[in-house]
C-alpha cells in the first residue's frame, strides 16, 4: 500500500517508518529534516513542514493512506496538531484520501484511567491537569477535528510511551485503557497502527492500547 507517513522523524513516526518498510509497503515520508532519515529501499523522503499546507498536501498526492504520530514540540505548545490536522485533512480532500490512522493520547479522553489503580488513576490526572495540561489541550482539539471529518479515521490512544523494543503484547480496548496499562513501547504503537490499514474494526472509532 501507499502510505505517507507525517513528521516522520519523530520518535514514533521513525518506528513507524521502520515497520512499514519492513511489511512492503510504499512510505512516503514528510520531514522538515530528511537528514535525519537514511535511505532505504521503498522510502522516498520529502523536505516539509507539517504546518506547510502546500507541503502536505503534496506529500498526500497519490497515497491509499495517511499515518501521522506528530507531537508538540514542547509542553508549551498547544497549536501544531492543530494546524498540522487542519492541513492534513484539507489535503486528503483535495486528492480524494479516505483512510487516516492518527496516534493520540489517552490522557486526553475522559474515562481513560478508570481501569487503573487508585494509585496511577491519581498520578495520571495529576499529570494531566500540570505538566501536559497545554500538549493534552492540543491533542484534544486536533481529535476533535479528526472525528468531526469525513475521513475513515481511527485514533489509537496508547498511555506513556517508551522508547524499547516490542514486544508484541499489545492489549486493546474500545472504553478505556486495558487495566493498569500505563506504558507501551513506540514498536507496539507502530505495529497496531499499521495492522489497522488492513482491518475495519476500529474505523471512525477510538481504541486504546497498551501493553
Do not use: C
Request: cysteine-free.
Amino acid at each position: 500500500m501507499k502510505l505517507v507517513i507525517l513528521g516522520a522523524t519523530g520518535a514514533t513516526s521513525q518506528e513507524l517508518v521502520k515497520e512499514a518498510l519492513a511489511s512492503g509497503h510504499e512510505v512516503t515520508a514528510l520531514a522538515r529534516n530528511p537528514a535525519k532519515l537514511a535511505e532505504r529501499a521503498g522510502l522516498r523522503v520529502m523536505k516539509g513542514n507539517a504546518l506547510d499546507a502546500d507541503a502536505v498536501a503534496g506529500a498526500i498526492a497519490g497515497q491509499e493512506a495517511v499515518l501521522t504520530a506528530l507531537g508538540s514540540r514542547s509542553l508549551n505548545d498547544n497549536v501544531l496538531l492543530p494546524r498540522s490536522m487542519a492541513h492534513i485533512l484539507a489535503g486528503m480532500n483535495r486528492h480524494e484520501v479516505r483512510r487516516l490512522i492518527v496516534t493520540g493520547a489517552s490522557g486526553t479522553m475522559p474515562k481513560a484511567e478508570e481501569r487503573l489503580g487508585p494509585i496511577k488513576r491519581s498520578i495520571f490526572r495529576l499529570v494531566k491537569a500540570t505538566l501536559l495540561r497545554k500538549p493534552f489541550e492540543s491533542q484534544t482539539e486536533m481529535q476533535k477535528m479528526v472525528r468531526a471529518s469525513d475521513t475513515e479515521w481511527t485514533i489509537v490512544q496508547p498511555p506513556r510511551l517508551l522508547n524499547t523494543a516490542g514486544t508484541g503484547g499489545i492489549r486493546v480496548d474500545g472504553e478505556a485503557l486495558p487495566a493498569n496499562g500505563v506504558t507501551i513501547p513506540r514498536a507496539d504503537v507502530a505495529k497496531f497502527m499499521l495492522e489497522q490499514l488492513t482491518s475495519a474494526d476500529w474505523v471512525r472509532r477510538d481504541v486504546y492500547i497498551a501493553s
